[in-house]
T-cell receptor, first 116, second 111 residues
Framework: GAVVSQHPSWVICKSGTSVKIECRSL??????MFWYRQFPKQSLMLMATSNEGSKATYEQGVEKDKFLINHASLTLSTLTVTSAHPEDSSFYIC????????????FGDGTRLSIL | GDSVTQMEGPVTLSEEAFLTINCTYTATGYPSLFWYVQYPGEGLQLLLK?????DKGSNKGFEATYRKETTSFHLEKGSVQVSDSAVYFCALSGSNYKLTFGKGTLLTVNP
């Protein structure tokens, strides 16, 4: 089946640091990637939708300047949490799909971000 | 807007028991319906899907039928195993390809 790789799986860093998370589709071309945030014991909250070669579309309430998303190729999207603070600590999950072939979304294993 | 309501957990069962997790939805048009499973510390895995009314999705002994008349997509398994312990999410996808998730149901299966 389709594989999506997310890296790193766990990161701990100091407040004020910027952190980059990568999401790669390993065996298919991802026209669209999604970034989610998940709080403990809660559902996934969609942060933004990223189409290859264009600017990401952010959901209401998500700060564009805080969460920078780049989708420069059909196999890679990155989420950069800029100047991270403890309230940004969370589980971030990406998913990828090829809308041209009507694929379901395939998810990465997530990144646990802890800001001290 | 679109929404998914699923049975609140947690659900605790003994091994080989029958499982039902209820899921109902509200959506415009004809959404696709999904069940995803999340094991501790991991991302989501697609368990099964159905794209039109009366379709039955099935995988690993789990089944769900797309019921348009009752706007439901209940997940069932005849005999659960300890390894099925996880969080299960019902979700729908509309014309914009975005997924709308239910709140998730924690299943614990005891030996």
């Amino acid at each position: 089946g389709a594989v999506v790789s997310q890296h790193p799986s766990w990161v701990i860093c100091k407040s004020g640091t910027s952190v980059k998370i990568e999401c790669r589709s390993l065996d298919f071309q991802a026209t669209t990637m999604f970034w989610y945030r998940q709080f403990p014991k809660q559902s996934l909250m969609l942060m933004a939708t990223s189409n290859e070669g264009s600017k990401a579309t952010y959901e209401q309430g998500v700060e564009k300047d805080k969460f920078l998303i780049n989708h420069a190729s059909l196999t890679l999207s990155t989420l950069t949490v800029t100047s991270a603070h403890p309230e940004d600590s969370s589980f971030y999950i990406c998913s990828a799909t090829n809308q041209l072939s009507n694929q379901p979304q395939h998810f990465g294993d997530g990144t646990r971000l802890s800001i001290l | 807007g679109d929404s998914v309501t699923q049975m609140e957990g947690p659900v605790t069962l003994s091994e080989e028991a029958f499982l039902t997790i209820n899921c109902t939805y509200t959506a415009t048009g004809y959404p696709s319906l999904f069940w995803y499973v999340q094991y501790p510390g991991e991302g989501l895995q697609l368990l099964l899907k159905a794209t039109k009314a009366d379709d039955k999705g099935s995988n690993k002994g789990f089944e769900a039928t797309y019921r348009k008349e009752t706007t439901s997509f209940h997940l069932e398994k005849g005999s659960v195993q300890v390894s099925d312990s996880a969080v299960y999410f019902c979700a729908l996808s509309g014309s914009n390809y975005k997924l709308t998730f239910g709140k998730g149901t924690l299943l614990t299966v005891n030996p």
